[in-house]
């Protein structure tokens, strides 16, 4: 409802304008039933629009006139369209799409109207006058948000879904390997990739060199019949890992 009196100093007090709301926070649990998923992005949805307005400032800018005449002509236009006297105060009257914005002292600051007001206050104007306004009109209207048809709410329902679903699928995955590595690489397992055996023994090589070992002690494995085993990695897919006593004898050839 409009003609709801507001302060010049409130926030908010301004041209409404659209705030979008990211989809993503929409999005709180894949567990959420659908329809009470659904009605959460119905309120989301109608929460994006609000309804247009032009304050009696911007009209004086776009005309060319002083606020001071914009408002004069307001009011005249106001009580001849509602039959209104100079008593009880104009801003005292509710009339739907219009809003009276007063400042501290009490006086009236701005008067915001929507379209319908807005292209009635400009017969008594310029053609030039009109089509400033009429043009701002129009940009506005574009730069509105269109309410979502209940199709297309279903349609990023199920996108969403979608998405949050396949997030916690390639989540789930990532801390498996994880903590395949961990098991296979902190426990005593009897084997050792280069990178972990180099660690464990305070060994330092250009990665260059440690390759060449890698390559010697899958070589060395393979002479002795013994498994070559793989570790899941992040960069790489798997890396080969070989037995401690196989490790042992490779480095200790470069000693």
Known sequence: ???????????????????????????????????????????LNASETFPLAMSSREIAELTGKTHGHVLRDIRKMLKNL????????????????????KDDRGYIARIDLDKDH???????YNDQARLRVVRRWQALEKTQVRPLSPAELMIAHGQALLAAERDQAEQAERIARLEQRVDLMGSDTGYRTITAYMKQNGIRLPISESRQKGMAAAK?????????GSIPDERFGSVNS????????VFSLAG
Request: proline letters at 7%; charged letters at 20%.
């Open 1 to 43: 409802m409009f003609g709801t009196e507001v302060n010049s100093n409130s926030p908010g007090s301004g041209l409404p304008q659209a705030s979008p709301v990211p989809f993503n926070h929409a999005v709180q649990s894949v567990s959420q039933s659908g329809e009470a998923f659904v009605m959460g992005l119905m309120v």
């Open 118 to 124: 807005t292209l009635t206050l400009l017969t008594g």
């Open 82 to 101: 509602y039959h209104l006297d100079d008593k009880p105060k104009l801003d005292q009257h509710k009339i739907q799409g219009v809003t009276i914005e």
């Open 220 to 228: 060395l494995a393979r002479e002795r019949g013994e498994r070559i």
């Open 242 to 249: 070989y037995p401690i006593d196989v490790l042992d004898e």
